[in-house]
């Protein structure tokens, strides 16, 4: 199985940033697809950003031009630069990683996700 941890999230003013990571961990052959999901109170969980191993970006409508991932493949990790937040970004963000592990020789895919990071945003 594929461990996922966040971290960085917390409480902001509108305008403001901040930036979460995401690390992958376990027997870990190579990583697929990293992404960031949010769910807000009452809502269903929504694509904000992925990334895969071919370096190709998917970002919802709602936050581009202001959402950045960006994947660190030597750390298995993967980050989500959010700049000119508003309210309506408040949600509780989590990481999905798409990886293939190996036990000895067999290889295998996994995949799993962390167990979310609270964002607020207060306008």
């Known amino acids: 199985q594929v461990q996922v941890v966040e971290s960085g999230g917390g409480l902001v003013q509108a305008g403001g940033s901040l930036r979460l990571s995401c690390v992958a961990s376990?027997?870990?052959?190579?990583?697929?697809?990293m992404g960031w999901y949010r769910q807000a109170p009452g809502k269903q969980r929504e694509l904000v950003a992925r990334l895969t191993s071919g370096g190709s970006t998917d970002y919802a409508d709602s936050v581009k031009g202001r959402f950045t991932i960006s994947r660190d493949s030597a750390k298995n990790t993967v980050y989500l630069q959010m700049n000119s937040l508003k309210s309506e970004d408040t949600a509780v963000y989590y990481c999905?990683?798409?990886?293939?592990?190996?036990?000895?020789?067999?290889?295998?895919?996994?995949?799993?996700w962390g167990q979310g990071t609270q964002v607020t945003v207060s306008s």
């Open positions: 999905f990683v798409a990886a293939v592990l190996y036990t000895g020789s067999y290889r295998y895919d996994a995949s799993d």
């Open positions: 376990g027997s870990i052959f190579s990583v697929n697809t």
